[in-house]
């Protein structure tokens, strides 16, 4: 367990009056309200808001209470009934672990098979660690997925942010274990104006509404996760911050200042802040993980190339799970190592990019899907790039 008070001591030795949270495990802990209490002013939402992420539950409550649509569900606390009502109605549906899992606690099954299984990660393995303690059995949802990203200040003031699509199979193709996300691109070409205020109208403003109704008024990054299904969007999951890799493609693409908008989130002010500008410019972000992800993998390996891959006009090069030695960078505390970004005039350009970019890196022990950005259009992809040391997976 993170130590909250840690954390203020951090910030009282070092004069730091603002703090912006970025991750889910301190906020689900409550990291947000201890700052708060010892007047530091704080960009997240406070414990009790956050479980719009951290319990599964909870933030299907609130969608009903808000009449906001998601799917249909059941929540087990006990692996057997949870298997029994598996067989009763059979597949396809969604297995989900109640509580946080690092974005792997998410798995879709075809088969009663595969859901019993799922179950067993979940719940009886603890494949997916203490979130899985319980979990939901969801209806499967067809159509396009999408996240979108809004700034809250728990007063009712929403500030629209744009869109990403991202990519959650391990594999080119769409296929393999659901993970953390291996790569997402933005702005994504089918989501219009219209689209976002439907979403804001009919999930957005409802959702905030419901959690400020429950005394649990929720300012930061809302993630909303959508399928966007032939009856129109259905939420998925909300996050109680911003997404990995959603905002190493969105981010690139703001041309204004992000800090006022979030101290003045932070000060229950964003009625005042300007709104937020985007270049036109399409971006895709690449994840390279430890070959072995989202399963257990081996930390300790050398990456190679990193400076040269960021030195690409348009490419940007961010760390995840990295350490810098006196011999180098090497891979440590995780599965995804990096996220390669290109920007472009359109998502082709883009794409050549970040591939470009990707092939610079020499890691042999990592890999990545080649195939980042084809849902929205026909990209081709004959082979890796050049150099590229990644096992490449097909249908």
Known sequence: MMDNMAIVDICHQHGITFVIIGNDAPLANGVV??????????????????????????MKDMCAQANVPTGQ???FTNSGDAVTHVRRHGAPLVIKADGLTMGKGVTPCATVNEAIEAIRQTMDLRTYGPGGTSVIIEEFLEGEEL???????GTGCIVPLTAAQDHKRAYDGDIGPNTGGMGAYSP??????????EVLAHIVIPIDAALRANNAPFCGFLYVGLMKTPSGFRVIEFNARFGDPEAQCILPRLTSDLLPLLWLAAKGQL?????????????ITVTMATKGYPGQVENGSHVGGISAA?????SLVFHAATCLTPEGIYTAHGGRVLNITGLGPTLDDAHYTAYQAVAKIDWPEGFYRHDIGHRAHNLEYSSPPTGSHAPRHSR
């Open 271 to 283: 009625a005042k802040a300007s709104a937020p500008n985007f270049s036109p410019e399409s971006c």
């Open 73 to 75: 569900y059941q929540f």
């Open 33 to 58: 309200d201890a700052l708060m209490a010892e007047g530091i002013d704080v960009f997240g939402p406070t414990q009790a808001a956050a479980r719009i992420e951290s319990s599964k539950v909870f």
């Open 147 to 153: 996240s979108f990203f809004a700034i809250l200040d």
């Open 188 to 197: 994504v070409p089918w989501f219009t104006a219209a689209h976002q205020q």
């Open 310 to 314: 960021a030195s690409l006009p348009g």
